[in-house]
């Protein structure tokens, strides 16, 4: 009879993850942004399995949050081994789950084509089950495969369980199986833990099988690495640098330039356009997405980020914005969630944004922080120049229209409306709306007092009228009494003495470019 062609996933993802230290299931840790129960479910998906069952223990209910509704969970509350958890999803299978593919949720690098030549495998040949081999030049750790004269697979022995002769097995099973449900189950139920590990192991079905006379055949990875098993922080870090390798080689592929991809952190599912290049010590994370001819990098953090066409970034962080096509960001820039470059727009040297727009063509060059601002097309912000809003208690608007000059250092106190080519003068606390082509200045006047250089602290001895050995009082700090020399320091509202000269508050304010 020809089987049908349709394939239920039972994912393992029970296990302690005891190795791994961490209060997160070891199945959530992220490889490459993604965690690799989620990678192994995108392979999975591809194959169009008629369900997924996967069985969670530890964290089942974060489990449960992170798998939504790819795939239904089912509780394994006792961790008693592979074979067990495959019987705790027993009751959960319909009528029509005839075939399953089982697999552990800890090898995030198996791809799509490897599980689709699986499966092909086991349907072609007719077999009671099909499982996936690796050729390792380290085998500890995993289950030998044993075959027969013939080639034929026999069983697998845990590592924990294998004689020395065993252990020089070079085959590994990767732990990724397709079985004829009444065939796997009938077995399971024979499975016993008389082992070294006191568990009910899922790899003991093989040596069932082949006892009742039932065909077992293999599939040998021609990628090592695809079957790789994650227990440890230090094989995820190993199974993240594969991964990491093959997102920026497929990038590559379509036409992006990396200029060292053994350096360039790209997470799975980022998007990058044609001709864009990428160099090194960057990282794109998240959601992102970046258009073509963009130059991102060195040293630069993207994440949850809309970049367009022709965007430069270099040595940055840019979260949660969009730039649109031309932008110009860094080096040394924080873009914060809710930032919107328009296009052309700029966001220079130590400047840092959030919750901000910036209109097309405009520019906020030099040590800037626009907080909650809302900045119109062709304005210029000088150096320096920062929205004080926030006041304790509330965040404030600043609104900067059209056209508007800022000058250096100018400082917004919002909520503050700079009008339509309007002009601040350089070193402004601005605290009222400058209407639209006005000039809003506020800037005490500047003294000039001769003759400093030369002046001795002999002199202001004398003209203090101290007595020699007395010590002077500090800069700026006068005895109560004492008369200004002539030249020195006047208290506000006092005439500026002869010799001083103060420009007209509000000349031509400069930006600090
Ligand atoms: C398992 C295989 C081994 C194979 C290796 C490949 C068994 C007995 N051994 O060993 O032959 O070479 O994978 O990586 O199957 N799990 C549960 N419930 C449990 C125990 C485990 O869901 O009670 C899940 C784990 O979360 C994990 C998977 O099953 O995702 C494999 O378990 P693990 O303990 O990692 O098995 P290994 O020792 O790696
Ligand atoms: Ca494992």
């Not at 077995?187 to 568990?199: S, T």
């Amino acid at each position: 009879m020809k089987r049908k062609r349709e394939i239920t996933a039972v994912v393992l993802a029970a296990g302690e993850g005891t190795r791994m230290k961490s209060s997160l299931p070891k199945v959530l840790h992220p490889v490459c942004g993604r965690p690799m129960l989620l990678v192994v479910l995108d392979a999975l998906q591809e194959l169009k399995p008629r369900r997924i069952l996967v069985v969670a223990g530890n964290g089942a209910d974060l489990v449960r949050e992170a798998v939504g509704d790819t795939a239904e969970v089912v509780v394994q509350e006792r961790r008693l081994g592979t074979g067990h958890a495959v019987l705790t999803a027993e009751p959960h299978l319909e009528p029509n789950d005839e075939n399953l593919l089982v697999l552990a949720g800890d090898t995030p690098l198996i791809t799509p084509s490897t599980l689709q030549e699986l499966s092909g495998l086991f349907f072609e040949s007719g077999a009671e089950a099909a499982m996936l081999t690796l050729r390792l030049p380290d085998p500890s750790g995993y289950g030998r495969v044993l075959r027969g004269r013939g080639g034929e697979v026999q069983a697998v022995v845990e590592e924990k369980d294998a004689s020395e002769e065993v252990r020089a097995v070079d085959e590994v099973n990767a732990s990724v199986y397709v079985f004829r449900r009444p065939d796997l189950f009938s077995c399971l139920r024979e499975v016993d833990n008389r082992n070294r590990k006191g568990e009910y192991y899922l790899t003991d079905v093989v040596g069932k099988l082949r006892e009742r006379g039932g065909r077992v055949v293999a599939l040998l990875a021609g990628d090592a690495a695809e079957g790789m098993g994650v227990n440890t922080r230090a094989e995820l870090a190993e199974a993240e640098r594969q991964m990491r390798l093959r997102v920026n080689r497929r990038l590559m592929q379509e036409g992006v330039g990396i200029t060292d991809p053994t350096v360039t952190y790209i997470d799975l599912g980022v998007e990058v356009g044609r001709d864009t290049v990428i160099f090194p010590f960057t990282f794109l994370q998240g959601s992102t997405r970046v258009g073509e001819n963009c130059r991102i990098g060195p040293g630069a953090r993207i994440v949850d980020s809309t970049l367009g066409d022709g965007v430069v970034v270099q040595e940055s962080v840019v979260r949660e914005s969009v730039l649109e096509d031309g932008c110009s960001v860094g080096p040394y820039a924080s873009l914060r969630p809710g930032t919107r470059l328009g296009k052309q727009a700029k966001a220079g040297t130590f400047v840092e944004m959030k919750n901000s727009s910036v209109g097309a063509g405009s520019k906020v060059p030099h040590l800037s922080y626009m907080g909650d601002a809302e900045i119109g097309e062709g304005v210029n912000v000088g150096a320096g120049s920062i929205t004080c809003n926030y006041d304790g208690e509330k965040k404030h608007p600043t609104v900067i229209e059209d056209g508007a000059f800022i000058g250096s250092d100018t400082m917004f106190i919002a909520p503050v409306r700079i009008g339509r080519g309007a002009v601040t003068g350089a070193g402004s606390a601005i605290s009222k709306d400058v209407p639209p082509g006005a000039l809003g200045v506020e800037r005490a006047p500047q003294k000039i007092i001769e003759g400093w250089k030369k002046r001795k602290p002999s002199d202001t001895r004398r003209l203090r009228k101290l007595p020699p050995g007395e010590k002077l009082p500090p800069r700026g700090k006068q005895p109560p009494g004492e008369k200004s020399p002539p030249g020195e320091k006047s208290p506000p509202g006092e005439k500026s003495p002869p010799g001083e000269k103060s420009p007209p508050a509000g000349k031509a304010p400069r930006d600090g470019r």
